[in-house]
């Protein structure tokens, strides 16, 4: 029988031990596999490219001073409810070691002392920027970073598809 996956409705905890039981069950079958070992080099290289870029641009600098100086919401509480067992799953096959509990509980889950804990990001995570960033960095900056967040959202969809297909095939 394959494995299933954990439903989209179960809260946080829940996925995340989903996540951790798949990894440990399943971790060897996932790194042994030359297109996912392959998509994880690619998305590891395109997310630092998308991060670097984003700092290089001020992004990181503003959100920061937003959420420790101005009290900022984009991370808030709820957010991590849209993260999938598989995308989980996915930071593990990252090396990310997932929180057992929220830092702060009127933040997201996953928003640590140094920003998001996670290197893979639900899509809403990696495309919203608020009107305040949007109206202070230059345009082309801004198109310049999207093209790179394109690329990492596109290869972790083929990820996330790749993981998903394995384990439906698993006996």
């Not at 503003?62 to 709820?78: D, L, P, S, V």
């Not at 993260?83 to 933040?107: F, Q, V």
């Amino acid at each position: 029988m394959a494995y299933i996956e954990i439903s989209a409705d179960r809260s946080i905890e829940e996925k995340i031990s989903w996540a951790d039981a798949c990894y440990r069950k399943y971790k060897k079958t996932f790194l042994e596999d030359v297109k996912i070992q392959k998509l994880l080099r690619d998305f590891q290289k395109t997310s630092s490219d998308s991060l670097k870029e984003m700092i290089d641009i001020g992004l990181v600098e503003e959100c920061r001073k937003c959420e420790e100086e101005e009290g900022g919401a984009c991370c808030g509480r709820g957010i991590e409810n849209r993260y999938s067992g598989t995308l989980l799953l996915i930071n593990l096959l990252l090396g990310i070691e997932l929180p057992r509990k929220a830092p702060d509980p009127k933040s997201c889950f996953f928003l640590g002392t140094k920003g998001c804990s996670l290197s893979a990001r639900h899509v809403i995570c990696v495309n919203y920027i608020c009107k305040k960033i949007t109206d202070s960095i230059p345009g082309q900056a801004l198109n310049h970073l999207r093209e790179k967040e394109g690329t990492e959202l596109d290869i972790l969809f083929i990820l996330n598809e790749k993981i998903k297909s394995v384990l439906r095939n698993l006996k």
